[in-house]
């Protein structure tokens, strides 16, 4: 199991607009990545319902998380898009 803790850099969170953004990116990875609170259990990332149900708050700690072949690219890049605030994946790292 590869992950990524990292904190959010989106100001509102993973809400509305952020969290299309990160699911966009999850599914373009290609790669099955699961998301979750730092103390909660994970939730599918390519899933726009699961990841708003987690209220997930500006600045809060998540756990990327993937077991795929590939995960450690996918999972540096969804990293990237989620501490930076970014508007789109990033193409490289």
């Known amino acids: ?3 990524r803790r990292v904190n959010v ?3 509102e ?3 509305a607009r952020p969290a299309s953004i990160f699911v966009r990116a999850t599914t373009a990875s290609g790669v099955p990545v699961t998301i979750a609170k730092a ?6 990332a390519a899933s726009m319902l699961a ?3 987690l209220g ?4 809060e700690e998540i756990v990327l ?3 795929a072949e590939g995960a450690d690219a996918a999972l540096d890049r969804l990293a990237k898009l989620v ?3 970014l508007d789109e994946l990033p193409e490289t790292v």
């Open 1 to 3: 199991m590869v992950e």
């Open 9 to 11: 850099g989106w100001a």
């Open 13 to 15: 969170g993973l809400h």
């Open 39 to 44: 103390d909660g259990s994970p939730v599918n």
């Open 51 to 53: 990841v708003l149900g």
């Open 56 to 59: 997930v708050e500006g600045g």
């Open 65 to 67: 998380a993937s077991e």
């Open 83 to 85: 501490t930076e605030g």
